[in-house]
């Protein structure tokens, strides 16, 4: 990209005055940073949405918002071909800021300075975007969805629609009602994640626990027994392992 | 001086003066066993002299809290004594007791005793809560506004002056008023209706932030214009309704505020939706905790604060905080 050209921006906050403040600011910048402003969004599931098919150099980004907040969102945007630059603008927030200045990532404070603007695009611009293990440490708490890419396109799969999730070769899968979708992530760290949500019931599978709606002995005349899980919604039922077993059964139990 | 009127006070009257009178029964008795029946017999004559002498010192309260200390002091001793021997004459001319000289002095030291030690404990207990460590105190807690609040705030106002620099003229001026407030002395009791300006200056900034996601209803009904309140007992709690119950959700939501006067006691009643997902509010509960705090400080066991989570009929959660306040007097 030459530095005569217009940088593509998006703004991502909730609140319609600090979008407005950081449209004037960028306008006041254009004559010695061409930009345009091409998507705005109010949070992060819209911002997704809008940035479908733009290509954007950089994404101003509110961290507290509702619904997705501007980490996850930042997580999400890192999965597209041509992910944006992250710049992230928060009010006030001791424990992010720290994170940021400890991982070199990027950030504006508000009420945000035309320089501190101005100087954090030029950076943008010549800077590759933060890694998404980076992001994942910034995080506080569980993401609300899972994306991958598929075709060209980011999708989202919202955590609560998903069944299992199942380690195959190098992916994983994650299981929902409808269909299958392949994730570039590893099962330790979702199990890490979201320990509240899932439980393990073998080396490779971790299932949602309001999935399981109850157990079967298969019909094998060998010595060994072997537990599997029913699940809800889907036909194919999945094997605990012997180790894990314990567990899941006092699981299933204190949960009647 | 305690202040007799006060209803802690009085409380803590009766619980001393009967612990007594419970470890004197377990001294008087032989076993365990008799030990309840001597202090049902001494209940009879504990009881009626701490219910007399209870609505005496409530009655002179105010007059004795003019006295020196010890004049005062003297006279609550003096008091109790007199009113041990009036009793046992008055039992003796109903004929349940001997009467004599000895039996009288017996009676007027007892209680003169049970007197002193339950005023040295409230010298102790003022000692412990002596005024200049109760406002150190009322300080350190009345809440500060959150940085959060106030950046955003000062980004709003930014945003505004091009477009709509009559509104950021207003929000600025209220801003003002924001801070002035919190910076004032925070010891002294201001006029509710000044609290109730304070809240919906602060709301209004903070609709400029959040527009239509933010409702408030008010519910204002026979409010005398004299009443007052500890400065910044509501902002806090709206702010914190601001913050877990508005901020967090996509939809719009509305926090309500309520105040209604019943016989002697102010009612406040705080609502605001509980976003799904939107987490347990560990910040809510330093919030809620700092103000319970501070209404002990002032107005000990007569002011409360209750909190709790309903879900209402169409499945919503709400959080509610109800606090009842005493009309008029505070310890401070």
Request: proline residues 5%.
């Amino acid at each position: 990209m030459s530095a005569a050209q217009t940088l593509a921006v998006m703004i991502v906050d909730d609140e319609t005055p600090a979008r407005l403040r950081l449209h004037d600011l960028l306008a006041d910048l254009a004559p010695e940073m061409p930009n345009a402003v091409v998507a705005e969004a109010a949070d992060g599931m819209l911002a997704l949405a809008a940035i479908e098919g733009l290509a954007v150099d950089v994404a101003l980004i509110d961290i507290r918002m509702p619904g997705m907040d501007g980490i996850e969102l930042a997580r999400h945007l890192t999965r597209l071909e041509h992910p944006p630059a992250v710049i992230f603008v928060t009010a006030y927030d001791g424990y992010a800021v720290e994170a940021f200045e400890l991982n070199a990532v990027d950030y504006l404070v508000k009420p945000v300075r035309a320089q501190r603007l101005l100087a954090a695009l030029q950076k943008a611009r010549h800077s590759r975007p933060a890694a998404p293990q980076v992001l994942a440490g910034l995080q506080q708490g569980a993401r609300s969805h899972l994306s991958c890419q598929e075709r060209g396109r980011l999708l989202l799969i919202p955590l609560a629609e998903i069944l299992y999730l199942k380690a195959e070769l190098k992916y994983v899968t994650a299981r929902t009602a409808s269909r299958e979708y392949l994730l570039d992530e590893s099962l330790t760290h979702l199990e890490e994640e979201f320990a509240e949500r899932f439980i393990r019931l073998h080396r490779s599978a971790l299932v949602a626990k309001d999935a399981i709606i109850g157990f079967e002995r298969s019909a094998g005349d060998d010595a060994e027994t072997q537990w599997h899980a029913v699940l809800r919604g889907v036909p194919e039922k999945l094997p605990v392992s012997r180790r894990q077993w314990p567990l899941v059964k006092s699981y299933a139990k204190q949960r009647g | 001086m305690p202040d007799f009127r006060n209803f802690g006070v009085m409380l803590r009257i009766l619980l001393g003066v009967n612990l007594l009178a419970f470890c004197a029964a377990l001294m008087q008795s032989a076993g365990v066993s008799d030990w309840l029946q001597h202090y049902v017999d001494m209940a009879a004559w504990v009881q009626p002299l701490l219910i007399f002498n209870l609505s005496l010192l409530a009655l002179c309260g105010d007059l004795l809290r003019r006295l020196a200390p010890w004049v005062g002091q003297a006279l609550v001793l003096v008091a109790a004594a007199a009113s041990a021997a009036e009793l046992v004459d008055f039992w003796r001319f109903m004929g349940f007791d001997d009467g004599g000289w000895q039996r009288l002095s017996r009676a007027a030291l007892l209680s003169g005793m049970a007197a002193a030690v339950m005023l040295f404990y409230f010298a102790l207990r003022a000692r412990a809560f002596s005024p200049a460590l109760a406002e150190a105190r009322l300080q350190a807690l009345t809440a500060r506004i959150r940085p959060h609040f106030l950046f955003n705030s000062l980004n709003a106002v930014l945003s505004l002056i091009r477009a709509e620099p009559r509104r950021a003229e207003t929000a600025l001026e209220e801003l003002a008023e924001l801070f002035r407030a919190l910076m004032r002395d925070h010891r002294d009791l201001l006029p509710l209706a000044d609290e109730i300006a304070l809240c919906r200056q602060y709301l209004n900034l903070e609709k400029l932030r959040l527009g239509d996601r933010l409702n408030v209803e008010w519910g204002v009904v026979d409010i005398p214009d004299d009443l007052k309140v500890p400065p910044l007992l509501l902002q806090p709690l709206l702010e914190n309704a601001v913050y877990y119950g508005i901020e967090p959700s996509n939809e719009p939501g509305t926090v309500r505020i309520r105040f209604a006067r019943k016989g002697n006691e102010l009612h406040i009643g705080l609502a605001n939706p509980c976003p799904a997902g939107g987490g347990a509010a560990g910040g809510n509960h330093m919030a809620i905790a700092n103000i319970r705090e501070r209404l002990a400080l002032y107005y000990d066991l007569e002011a409360r604060l209750e909190t709790k989570e309903v879900e209402l009929k169409d499945g919503r959660r709400e959080y509610r905080v109800r606090i009842v306040l005493p009309c008029g007097r505070a310890k401070l």
